[in-house]
């Protein structure tokens, strides 16, 4: 699956979805990007999924018709050392997540 880490997750992170295409905003040069730049820019670059700690694109943003889904890591900072606990089940829920869902994982 070909995942991007929205600038602010920790970049270490792509490290850490192993069997994913994984690649920081930076990196795919979708940096400075606001919310629904960024899911046109990601969408056309065929990524299929964005990782982010901002819990407010889903609220932000109409998803009912795109073809990226959004995987909110809910952790109390977006420091590693919070975020990283909580990549087994982000990964886990890869497997059944659909274009335009969100998925919060605690």
Excluded: W
């Excluded at 609220?59 to 909110?72: G, M, S």
Aim: charged share 25%; hydrophobic share 45%; glycine share 4%.
């Amino acid at each position: 699956m070909k995942i991007l880490l929205d600038e602010c997750v920790d970049q270490r992170l792509r490290f850490l979805f192993s069997g994913h295409d994984c690649e920081t905003a930076a990196y795919a040069k979708l940096s400075g990007l606001k919310n629904g730049e960024l899911l046109v820019a990601a969408e056309a670059a065929d990524f299929e999924v964005i990782v982010t700690t901002d819990q407010e694109i889903p609220y932000q943003q109409n998803l009912a018709c795109r073809k990226i889904a959004i995987v909110v890591l809910c952790a109390r900072t977006n420091r590693l050392a919070d975020l990283r606990p909580l990549i087994p089940l982000a990964i886990q829920s890869l497997d059944g997540i659909h274009p335009g869902e969100v998925i919060r994982v605690p």
